[in-house]
């Protein structure tokens, strides 16, 4: 082997080793601390499971979770990797969002309204 082809293969072992410490590592990271905040849940949290829906844990299984999902004591079973976070993931924000939509376009027709009136 050559020069070049030392540096060639340095080259590869260093972009692995950019790709493992960009990649690799932090999902790694993220998939360890999912884990330990499934293994933690109690009866009493608020949990958000991955497709959305938000509840409050009344039992905890080996591999399971039963959820009350209203006032009306509606309950359900998920598995656990289901669980997306604790507490409710971004439910209130939209909401505040969608009320504030509201009161300006329920605000728009009647400011026309007003125009029309003190034009009479």
Known sequence: MGEQGMST?????LMFA???FL????EKKR?????EMRNSLKKGDVITSIGGIVGKIVS???NTIIIETSEDRVRME???WAISTTGVQSGET???EKKGKKKEEEAL??????EEASAE
Do not use: D, F, S
């Not at 293969?9 to 072992?13: G, Q, S």
């Open 94 to 96: 939209p909401v505040a």
């Open 23 to 26: 990649m690799i590592r932090p």
């Open 78 to 80: 998920l598995t656990k």
């Open 18 to 20: 950019v790709m493992y």
């Open 109 to 114: 027709p009647e400011e026309p309204v007003a």
């Open 31 to 35: 998939k360890q601390k999912a884990e």
């Open 60 to 62: 905890v299984g080996e």
């Open 9 to 13: 293969i340095i080259m590869l072992v």
